[in-house]
T-cell receptor
Framework: DTEVTQTPKHLVMGMTNKKSLKCEQH?????MYWYKQKAKKPPELMFV???????INESVPSRFSPECPNSSLLNLHLHALQPEDSALYLC????????????FGPGTRLTVT | GQQLNQSPQSMFIQEGEDVSMNCTSS?????WLWYKQDPGEGPVLLIA?????ELTSNGRLTAQFGITRKDSFLNISASIPSDVGIYFC?????????????FGGGTRVLVKP
């Protein structure tokens, strides 16, 4: 099973709201990723967690706050977002040591109004 | 950020045709991955390549890891309507901090009217 699940599928939020995106995998992967994807563009890496520790932050604004509560779960907390943050947010996972395949979830379509 | 050179940017297919797309980079990678993405969905991994010169098939798909480790191509044989979508190549170079994928700009495959 190579499934990564994400909830919610769609999210509409105002600029003053606080919301969270959730991601889960049960493949035993110890690396998990958040990507942002704008229309007709490839995914852009935001954060990497390796063994539940944040290992890469691609200079993402602090209004995005990631959290990895355990080896299967990854959250992205959102606060005071801007309309330009509207995008498809993708979670992915992979084995942590070595160069391995990354498996993506279906994404959360976020609209900031 | 850095993006691989993927071509063509778009192509029209007729059922039964063979199609080909490729990616080139100025940097070497130790893994090449090919993904297909349908509208509103996450990228689905098609093929993973790990060794320079490696040729790998998955059904009607064939991909090769270039000898120089700086390029890869994907062929689709006997195309069918469900092959429509966006295909992304991605190069990966393992680092201790975590795996970062560098994506191509995508090849949009459309059906000939």
């Amino acid at each position: 099973d190579t499934e990564v699940t994400q909830t919610p599928k769609h999210l509409v939020m105002g600029m003053t709201n606080k919301k969270s995106l959730k991601c889960e995998q049960h493949m035993g992967h110890r690396a998990m990723y958040w990507y942002k994807q704008k229309a007709k563009k490839p995914p852009e890496l935001m954060f990497v967690y390796s063994y539940e520790k944040l290992s890469i932050n691609e200079s993402v604004p602090s209004r995005f706050s990631p959290e990895c509560p355990n080896s299967s779960l990854l959250n992205l907390h959102l606060h005071a977002l801007q309309p330009e943050d509207s995008a498809l947010y993708l979670c992915a996972s992979s084995q942590a040591r070595g160069s391995y395949e990354q498996y993506f979830g279906p994404g959360t379509r976020l609209t900031v109004t | 950020g850095q993006q691989l050179n993927q071509s063509p940017q778009s192509m029209f297919i007729q059922e039964g045709e063979d199609v080909s797309m490729n990616c080139t980079s100025s940097s070497i990678f130790n893994t090449w991955l090919w993904y297909k993405q349908d509208p509103g969905e996450g990228p689905v991994l098609l093929i993973a390549l790990y060794k320079a010169g490696e040729l790998t098939s998955n059904g009607r798909l064939t991909a090769q890891f270039g000898i120089t480790r700086k390029d890869s191509f994907l062929n689709i044989s006997a195309s069918i309507p469900s092959d429509v979508g966006i295909y992304f190549c991605a190069g990966q170079l393992y680092k201790a901090a975590g795996n970062k994928l560098t994506f191509g700009g995508g090849t949009r495959v459309l059906v000939k009217p």
